[in-house]
T-cell receptor, first 115, second 111 residues
Framework: DTGVSQDPRHKITKRGQNVTFRCDPI?????LYWYRQTLGQGPEFLTY????????KSRLLSDRFSAERPKGSFSTLEIQRTEQGDSAMYLC?????????????FGPGTRLTVT | DQQVKQNSPSLSVQEGRISILNCDYT??????FLWYKKYPAEGPTFLIS?????DKNEDGRFTVFLNKSAKHLSLHIVPSQPGDSAVYFC??????????FGPGTRLSVLP
C-alpha cells in the first residue's frame, strides 16, 4: 500500500499527558499537512511542511502543539499537557510537487480521546 | 465565521436517482474548489475539483457546478449507487493557501 499512513489509529490518554502521532506520506510528496477534525465538522488546517520546512501554522495550533518533519519524509505531531478539548481525529495529508498543494491525499487519521 | 457552508447535514436518495449536494462559500477570494468523499474509519478521498475560471466540471457520474455570483457550488451524482453512501465535504482554496472545508453532508443511497 503506497498511501498515506498514520500511527497509531487510536489513542486514549489521560488529561495532562503528552501524546505523539506519526504520519508517513506518499513517497516523494514534498508537502505534508496536518488537520484536526471534530464531530460534525470538516477537517481544519493545523500546519504544513514543504520538505523539512514548516511553512505555515494555524492559530488553532496552540503552544502545546508541535510538529516536525526532520528529514522531509515522515512527520510527527506532539500534543503536550493534553486537554479534553484536544479530543478529535487528527488527519495527515500529503501533496505532490508541482500541484501547489491542490492535490491532497489523506491518511486514515488518528483518533485521540482525552479522558 | 464559517467560510464554507453545507447547510444539509444529511440527504437520502433512491438508488438510480440523482443526488445533489450543495455548498455555499463567503470568501470571494476562493479560486479553486474540491469535493472529498469520506467513508467511516477512512481518511477523505478526492472526488472532483473545479477552478473558478470554469462553471462546470464533469467526471463520469460526478459533475460539479460553480456559480460564482451566488458563491454556490453543487455536486451532482447520476445515477446514485449504494456505494456512494458517505460523507461529502466541499472545500475552497484561496490562491494556493490552505483549503477551508465545510462541515460535510452525509449521503445515504437507498437500494
Amino acid at each position: 500500500d503506497t498511501g498515506v499512513s498514520q500511527d497509531p489509529r487510536h489513542k486514549i490518554t489521560k488529561r495532562g499527558q503528552n501524546v505523539t502521532f506519526r504520519c508517513d506520506p506518499i513517497s516523494e510528496h514534498n508537502r505534508l499537512y496536518w488537520y484536526r477534525q471534530t464531530l460534525g465538522q470538516g477537517p481544519e488546517f493545523l500546519t504544513y511542511f514543504q520538505n523539512e520546512a514548516q511553512l505555515e501554522k494555524s492559530r488553532l495550533l496552540s503552544d502545546r502543539f508541535s510538529a516536525e518533519r526532520p528529514k522531509g519524509s515522515f512527520s510527527t505531531l506532539e500534543i503536550q499537557r493534553t486537554e479534553q478539548g484536544d479530543s478529535a481525529m487528527y488527519l495527515c495529508a500529503s501533496s505532490p510537487r508541482m500541484t501547489g498543494g491542490l492535490e491532497q491525499y489523506f491518511g486514515p487519521g488518528t483518533r485521540l480521546t482525552v479522558t | 465565521d464559517q467560510q464554507v457552508k453545507q447547510n444539509s447535514p444529511s440527504l437520502s436518495v433512491q438508488e438510480g436517482r440523482i443526488s445533489i449536494l450543495n455548498c455555499d462559500y463567503t470568501n470571494s477570494m476562493f479560486d479553486y474548489f474540491l469535493w472529498y468523499k469520506k467513508y467511516p474509519a477512512e481518511g477523505p478521498t478526492f472526488l472532483i475539483s473545479i477552478s473558478s475560471i470554469k462553471d462546470k466540471n464533469e467526471d463520469g457520474r460526478f459533475t460539479v457546478f460553480l456559480n460564482k455570483s451566488a458563491k454556490h457550488l453543487s455536486l451532482h451524482i447520476v445515477p446514485s449507487q449504494p456505494g456512494d453512501s458517505a460523507v461529502y465535504f466541499c472545500a475552497g482554496n484561496n490562491y494556493g493557501q490552505n483549503f477551508v472545508f465545510g462541515p460535510g453532508t452525509r449521503l445515504s443511497v437507498l437500494p
